[in-house]
């Protein structure tokens, strides 16, 4: 089915809701004027909907495959990573010392977005290795990063993420993979791997994987774990891949979605690789790989939502249904109507705050403190808040095509299968939550309290020209400042039960602030849409709070033996 992204979208968020402007006022930003800004947004749309979204059924229908050690892509990936890598799309937010872009985040998070709708399963790729670029150009030595970043950048080599253990998914300190001196100024990594997003491809020269393990003097638990550069075949001093390395992919996982994604167990037998930061300091060099990721995925999810809406509204305006007045196709339905109006009001909701988190991330760069701690606030709302957006807008798809969207011939199911992944990888939802009202709220609130003054500015400025929305805004603006200093009060341990409800709380309010400023500056049909989320799913705010209050006690008075039936 077509995709088209929604270039128009982007282009309204970033001028008139989230104020891209404070970027492009920055000397890092200043050639990023309108007319820049649209030439990269369009020329990324056409790759994204003529060669990335054809794609996209082809991957889901032929999985990759491992044949005698070797990973076979799934039919067009190469040719459209090509596109992808040739294009500067891999490295578009990367420094230009090594050949990026230098892209501002919030744009670039635009077309992975873009990238993401039209084929999740390949967008996973480039996604990783700019992850893995932000953690090389951070803590990588200078060595290290001229040999490395140049063919990343380029898209000549990928990257991924090598985290997970069998013993060892969440709980990243229990890792059993070892990294032994070799004498030579290099380590020998030993131990096995699971779930490794593109582990390996026929398409690029090289792999480069960031693996974390543990040095013989590591201290038990994270703060003993180190992040070593480990690549398939080792590259001489020129950048030219050289021997194979002491590693393999040992098998491919068979998924509910992402087919034409190879995520694979590896094996490290004695594995040269080198070491990235310091010593004992590996999680907080993957942090900022991680960090960089989570919003790629809530992004990424974005995508697959928007394709859903898309691909549910194109069948509403034609299948006809029923006894119904106007075009007499089941768009007509009250039903149908506002399952589509949740999809496309829920969509720009978590388009605006996972571009809000990368213009913080951008302002952030400029030594700006409070912009940082607004990133860091946003990052696990916009990871959380996008991935359920974009699982319950592909479930909303299915139900708009009713019987044919349980079809798989439709593709409708395809949206759900691939989304619902984005949930669990990259640090599951529940641990964005307890990290939110954890690690986040150890300012005493003081970034939550910031923010939500500003929703209340904002409401406050627009009550003489949308008084009905403006109002409701502000009162939950006040309801959440409630809500957060009665969280802030209480003992970290004793928050988490009510992190998953905070989280989706202020969601809801994020994404009634930025409806609320797009009634303001748009059309007649964002002043609709944006009553449709202010009338009828704002209110959800307050059941999200209830829980919340209700505190732990209800939660872990349940035993174990209360779950057995």
């Not at 893995?132 to 030595?141: G, K, P, R, V």
């Not at 959380?384 to 319950?392: D, H, L, P």
């Not at 798809?397 to 299968?417: C, D, K, N, P, Y």
Request: with cysteine; aromatic share 6%.
């Amino acid at each position: 089915m077509p995709f088209h992204a929604p270039v128009e979208d982007f282009r309204f968020i970033l001028e008139h809701v989230i104020g891209f402007s404070d970027v492009t006022a920055t000397a890092r930003h200043a050639e990023m004027t309108s007319d820049v800004t649209d030439a990269i947004l369009n020329e990324a749309a056409r790759m994204c909907d003529d060669i990335l979204a054809p794609l996209n059924r082809a991957g889901d229908l032929t999985p990759a495959r491992l044949e005698n050690g070797i990973v076979r892509t799934s039919p067009g990936y190469a040719e459209g990573y090509r596109a992808i890598a040739t294009g500067g799309w891999v490295g578009m937010a990367a420094a230009e010392t090594h050949g990026g872009m230098g892209l501002p985040m919030a744009l670039a998070t635009c077309v992975n977005e873009m990238m993401g709708g039209a084929c999740l399963a390949l967008q996973l790729n480039p996604l990783m290795t700019q992850a893995e670029i932000e953690a090389l150009e951070h803590h990588a030595s200078p060595e290290l990063q001229a040999l490395y970043l140049p063919k990343l950048i380029s898209g000549e080599w990928c990257g991924t993420m090598n985290l997970t253990e069998p013993q060892a998914g969440s709980d990243v300190g229990a890792l059993r993979t070892k990294a032994e001196p070799d004498g030579e100024g290099t380590y020998r990594i030993t131990g096995q791997k699971i779930y490794i997003t593109w582990a390996d491809n026929d398409f690029s020269d090289n792999v480069a994987h960031m693996v974390l393990a543990r040095l013989p003097d590591g201290a038990p638990g994270t703060k003993g774990i180190s992040l070593f550069l480990v690549p398939k075949l080792i590259p001489d001093a020129s950048g030219t891949p050289g021997v194979p390395n002491s590693l393999r992919v040992v098998s491919l996982e068979h998924k509910l979605g992402i087919h034409g994604s190879p995520t694979a167990v590896m094996e490290y037998d004695g594995a040269k690789g080198w070491l990235v930061g310091e010593p004992h300091a590996g999680m907080a060099a993957m942090f900022t790989m991680m960090n960089t990721a989570r919003l790629g995925v809530g992004s990424q999810a974005v995508g697959v939502a928007e394709a859903a809406t898309q691909a549910a509204l194109a069948y509403a305006m034609e299948r006809k249904q029923g006894r119904v007045g106007g075009s007499g196709a089941i768009v007509e339905h009250a039903d149908v109507r506002a399952m589509l109006a949740r999809m496309r009001a829920e969509t720009f909701a978590a388009r605006a705050i996972t571009l809000a988190c990368a213009k913080a991330i951008d302002l952030g760069r400029e030594g700006r403190a409070a912009e940082t701690a607004r990133a860091a606030l946003l990052t696990p709302i916009a990871k959380a808040f996008g991935t359920e957006t974009g699982i319950n807008v592909a479930d909303l798809g299915i139900q708009v095509h009713g019987g044919m969207g349980f079809i798989e011939e439709t593709g409708a199911a395809q949206f759900l299968r691939d989304a619902r992944i984005t949930a669990i990888y990259e640090g599951t939802n529940g641990i964005q939550a307890m990290d939110l009202v954890g690690r986040k709220m150890m300012d005493g609130g003081e970034a939550a309290f910031t923010l939500i003054d500003e929703i209340e500015a904002g409401a406050k400025a627009v009550r003489e020209t949308v008084p009905d929305l403006a109002e409701p805004v502000w009162q939950a603006a006040e309801t959440m400042r409630e809500a957060t200093e009665w969280l802030v009060g209480r003992e970290v341990s004793e928050r988490f039960a009510g992190g998953m409800p905070y989280l989706r709380a202020f969601a809801r309010l994020l994404g009634a602030h930025y409806h609320l400023q797009a009634a303001q500056a748009g059309n007649g049909k964002r002043k609709r849409l944006a009553a449709f989320y202010i009338q009828r799913m704002l209110p959800e705010m307050s059941a999200h709070l209830m829980a919340l209050r209700a505190g732990p006690e209800c939660v872990m008075a349940l035993g174990a033996e209360d779950l057995v039936p």
